[in-house]
């Protein structure tokens, strides 16, 4: 369990935007201002690594669920796969949005999806880094998402005040619920 040691782990120089945990709960990783990915080992309470990925490559992150290795998303609308074990730049997935504000893994690995500041929602195969499909439905910035357990929907959050919800098997946008009445519009 995280104890109040946990504040006084960070550390950043600028405000942490984004953070995450490992599968098994032992590890978290954050992202910052400062263009720096900061890994935590949250069983012995101290940094491990930090890595220099550059000031517009880290705004949003999220760790890979079978492996030692994290998604953020870029200023530029990419994606970069980083492996935190040896501190590397492993893949930039390029993608029509603009500042990659959100990404998320499915939880069986195989999927990862980003949320952009011009609403756009993609979904990649995170083994070729290959878009699979570009979803519509959001008209303002897109802060979060996030994947059900079994990995077949993909659930995102935006500025336009709607949670939408898309059956990933079949790729179409099932139903959309406005937050302000909590009724879900299908």
């Keep these: 369990m995280v104890g109040w040691w946990w504040f006084g782990l960070i550390g950043s120089i600028q405000a942490i935007v984004s953070v995450d945990t490992s599968g098994d709960g032992k590890t978290a990783v954050t992202s910052s201002m400062d263009g720096q990915l900061r890994v935590y080992d949250l069983v012995e309470g101290k940094k491990v690594t930090t890595i220099n990925a550059g ?9 890979h669920p079978k492996r030692d ?17 040896q501190g590397k730049k492993l893949s930039a997935i390029p993608s029509e949005g603009k500042f990659t504000l ?19 929602v993609h979904v990649f195969d995170v083994e070729t880094g290959k878009p699979i499909h570009k979803l519509p439905g959001h008209v303002k910035p897109v802060r979060g998402l996030c994947f059900s357990a079994d990995s077949s929907t993909l659930f995102t959050a935006s500025e336009d005040n709607h949670i939408n919800s898309y059956d990933i098997k079949g790729m179409y946008h099932a139903c959309t619920m406005h937050a302000a009445d909590w009724q879900w519009m299908g």
């Design 55 to 63: 000031a517009i490559e880290t705004w949003t992150v999220s760790y």
């Design 69 to 85: 290795v994290v998604a953020t998303g870029t200023h530029a609308g990419g994606i970069n796969q980083w492996d935190i074990k």
């Design 102 to 120: 959100s990404v998320a893994y499915s939880p069986n690995g195989a999927l990862l999806a980003s949320g952009a500041n011009d609403g756009v």
